[in-house]
């Protein structure tokens, strides 16, 4: 189901979905087979076997891209399997240019699975365009952006990117997990392949592990879904499943994500004991006019560091959490806390890793959809 401007919500709820053609059931069924029986060889209702196509997983690709404002979309069994399809998609010799600091799974596969193939990858500050552009050559062959960036909340300038990426005939790709569809959508600012930790927002209750790649280029699509079928890193269908009823409660549960966030944002920078706040939403945060910009809201991740930088205060303050839960991921309808230098990060050298700002005593919240008034009480008696 898709119409020309129809609000968010509405598409939450409708994207990619129709009645079930046999039953008339209103959610798409989960369709628990292997194969499909042919009515003569090669004579199919569009289905022959499930790795390469399923009509749960269909329907879920296609409800991702209408969200993204895109036309295809291709959905896999992690975030990092998604990363791994595009990585595929590249040569021995290509050079991939990344923001410094990134997600620490990412830069895993990066530099611990593909350098050894040949693809060189390099990481910089993208705040500054002219960085990028200098490190640009003929072997360039992809831009990779986190905005916001893991964990420290900085803003990438998606449509200037764009610019800077066409200009040298590079592609850009946007892991848009932090902000979703319902905050930000970077195909309409320019980028050619958007990715999801499906696992995250999307799904949305910590019950999934699930990654999807989104595109409007039909030679991308066709790149991505061959490579799909070949290594067959997909979704199942059941999972598939509980992502599309997700989806049904994006907007509401992105509202309240904003709306928490923004709360216990203020409240942090109000501590005596917080060092330094990282949220897009303050005023004074270097790149608050590009996430005004590019985005409809500044989401629920929040990373702040303690006075001390001490891991010892850090680790201490968030194993007296009551109501945050000490765990790895983000996104889910629970509010989280990790340590990124010991959890998410710990694959990134300390080196590189304190350069771009995660020092040991930074905590990285993924604020659910609690009472905002519990929150701030279990961050209180953690803090005092």
């Given at each position: 189901m898709?119409?020309?401007?129809?609000?968010?919500?509405?598409?939450?709820?409708?994207?990619?979905?129709?009645?079930?053609?046999?039953?008339?059931?209103i959610?798409?069924?989960?369709?628990?087979?292997?194969?499909?029986?042919?009515?003569?060889?090669?004579?199919?209702?569009?289905?022959?076997?499930?790795?390469?196509?399923?009509?749960?997983?269909?329907?879920?690709?296609?409800?991702?891209?209408?969200?993204?404002?895109?036309k295809?979309?291709?959905?896999?069994?992690?975030?990092?399997a998604?990363?791994?399809?595009?990585?595929?998609?590249?040569?021995?010799?290509?050079?991939?240019?990344?923001t410094?600091?990134?997600?620490?799974?990412?830069?895993?596969?990066?530099?611990?699975?593909?350098?050894?193939?040949?693809?060189?990858?390099?990481?910089?500050?993208?705040?500054?365009?002219?960085?990028?552009?200098?490190i640009?050559?003929?072997?360039?062959?992809?831009?990779?952006?986190?905005?916001?960036?893991?964990?420290?909340?900085?803003?990438?300038?998606?449509?200037?990117?764009?610019?800077?990426?066409?200009?040298?005939?590079?592609?850009?790709?946007?892991?848009?997990?932090?902000?979703?569809?319902?905050?930000?959508?970077p195909?309409?600012?320019?980028?050619?392949?958007?990715?999801?930790?499906?696992?995250?927002?999307?799904?949305?209750?910590?019950?999934?592990?699930?990654?999807?790649?989104?595109?409007?280029?039909?030679?991308?699509?066709?790149?991505?879904?061959?490579?799909?079928?070949?290594?067959?890193?997909?979704?199942?269908?059941?999972?598939?499943f509980?992502?599309?009823?997700?989806?049904?409660?994006?907007h509401?549960?992105?509202?309240?994500?904003?709306?928490n966030?923004?709360?216990?944002?203020?409240?942090?920078k109000?501590?005596?004991?917080?060092?330094?706040?990282?949220?897009?939403?303050?005023?004074?945060?270097?790149?608050?006019?590009?996430?005004?910009?590019?985005?409809?809201?500044?989401?629920?991740?929040?990373?702040?560091?303690?006075?001390?930088?001490?891991?010892?205060?850090?680790?201490?303050?968030?194993?007296?959490?009551?109501?945050?839960?000490?765990?790895?991921?983000?996104?889910?309808?629970?509010?989280?806390?990790?340590?990124?230098?010991?959890?998410?990060?710990?694959?990134?050298?300390?080196?590189?890793?304190?350069?771009?700002?995660i020092?040991?005593?930074?905590?990285?919240?993924?604020?659910?959809?609690?009472?905002?008034?519990?929150?701030?009480?279990?961050?209180?008696?953690?803090?005092a």
């Amino acid at each position: 189901m898709k119409e020309e401007n129809m609000k968010f919500g509405t598409k939450a709820i409708h994207a990619g979905v129709d009645p079930d053609p046999t039953t008339g059931a209103i959610m798409t069924p989960i369709y628990q087979t292997s194969t499909y029986v042919q009515e003569k060889v090669g004579q199919h209702k569009g289905y022959a076997y499930s790795r390469t196509l399923n009509p749960t997983r269909h329907a879920l690709e296609k409800a991702l891209a209408e969200l993204e404002n895109a036309k295809y979309g291709a959905c896999f069994g992690s975030g990092v399997a998604a990363i791994d399809c595009l990585m595929k998609m590249l040569s021995p010799g290509d050079e991939v240019i990344s923001t410094n600091d990134l997600y620490g799974g990412s830069y895993r596969i990066f530099t611990g699975v593909f350098e050894k193939f040949g693809i060189k990858f390099h990481f910089v500050d993208m705040s500054d365009l002219d960085k990028v552009e200098e490190i640009m050559n003929v072997n360039t062959k992809l831009i990779w952006v986190e905005t916001p960036t893991n964990p420290m909340m900085n803003i990438i300038d998606i449509e200037a990117l764009a610019t800077l990426a066409k200009k040298h005939k590079v592609l850009l790709g946007v892991d848009n997990t932090f902000a979703t569809p319902f905050l930000q959508n970077p195909m309409d600012l320019g980028a050619d392949i958007v990715m999801h930790s499906v696992t995250k927002y999307l799904g949305g209750h910590s019950d999934v592990v699930m990654g999807a790649l989104i595109t409007s280029d039909k030679t991308i699509a066709d790149e991505i879904y061959r490579i799909q079928n070949s290594s067959g890193g997909i979704a199942g269908p059941m999972d598939s499943f509980l992502v599309l009823r997700g989806l049904k409660t994006l907007h509401l549960r992105m509202q309240r994500h904003c709306e928490n966030g923004e709360v216990i944002a203020n409240f942090l920078k109000s501590h005596p004991k917080v060092e330094n706040v990282y949220w897009p939403g303050f005023e004074d945060h270097p790149d608050h006019n590009i996430a005004n910009k590019q985005m409809r809201g500044f989401g629920g991740m929040i990373s702040f560091s303690v006075k001390g930088n001490q891991v010892s205060e850090a680790h201490a303050i968030m194993e007296k959490f009551k109501v945050f839960s000490l765990a790895e991921s983000l996104g889910g309808v629970e509010s989280l806390t990790c340590h990124p230098a010991t959890m998410t990060h710990a694959a990134i050298p300390a080196k590189e890793r304190e350069a771009a700002g995660i020092v040991d005593s930074l905590i990285r919240l993924s604020v659910g959809i609690e009472d905002a008034e519990d929150l701030i009480n279990d961050l209180k008696q953690a803090l005092a």
